[in-house]
């Protein structure tokens, strides 16, 4: 069997009811380019009817295929176990919710044609969103494109499409946070942006935790491309260094002076909490590089494998 001309890497997680029309969209956009493609969704364990659905498509399609986890390892796990699963000359990954359009694939496709190794659809409007994720997202890509050692288009998510070679040096770099956005920036390539408007999701609610599941992944960007974080910290200790020099001046100055000093327990008190909220801050810091330290030498596989439909191969 020839090896597909396109892999669609698909994570899902309690999508019962959005599977059948993703397929559909999916099949009548390809409809016209190619018969030659597959797609695998990479599945955490559900306690829906998500993997049935998945089975039932696939008997009537083998070009459909299933990751099963043993466990519930997180959306950015489920997309990289599709890469590394794949076997596509171009790889899309693609949310089964619809928000991420399927008509966009042609165009993503003739991009690819063209030469480009990574395409990148970017949003121009995120209907549907609430605010505070909208907020943390736009704060994010500016922060890290600020410090950080590679550039993220903003407003760009895991949409995208890339090449084999783009997959394989992805996959090559281990890395254990999965932030997807930031590893391809790493490997580079000829990239290209296809802006357009992000409708709401096809069914249900989102099984992703607006806020802190953004500020996970903004952590990741800031934390794991960038030691600017640790920089700061050393600059906010010399500036918090030389302003007590400059409080001590000032108070020898009113000492020799013979001036009353007015400042008491409420002034002690701001300076101790300010210190101590910097000293936390920087503590924190540390951590968070450590923590990401820690994760690597560990080195834990990324998921594992419990099921596995359509690669026997």
Known sequence: ???????????????????????????????????????????????????????????????????????????????????????????????????????????????????????????????????IKKFVSETGYKVINKIADVRIPPNTGDFRLMSRRVVQEVVRLKESHGFLRGMVAVVGFRQCLIPFDRPPRFAGETNYNRFFGSLRIGFNGIFCFSTYALTLSTMMGFVIAGSSFLLMAIYLFYKLMGWTILWGNPTLVILISFLGGIQLISVGILGEYIGRIYEEVRARPKFIVDRAEGFES
Request: glycine share 4%.
């Open 1 to 131: 069997m020839s090896a597909p001309l396109l892999s669609f890497v698909v994570p899902v997680y309690r999508e019962e009811k959005n599977i059948p029309e993703f397929l559909r969209q999916v099949r009548a956009v390809l409809a016209p380019l190619t018969g030659n493609y597959e797609v695998i969704f990479s599945l955490d364990p559900s306690p829906d009817r998500t993997e049935e659905v998945i089975l039932e498509a696939r008997a009537a399609d083998p070009r459909i295929k299933l990751l099963r986890f043993s466990r519930r390892f997180g959306q950015p796990m489920a997309t990289l176990a599709g890469l590394e699963y794949s076997r596509g000359e171009a790889v899309i990954v693609i949310d089964v919710d619809l928000q991420d359009p399927p008509e966009l694939i042609a165009q993503m496709y003739a991009k690819w044609r063209e030469g480009y190794d990574v395409v990148l659809p970017q949003r121009r409007e995120r209907t549907g969103e609430p605010w």
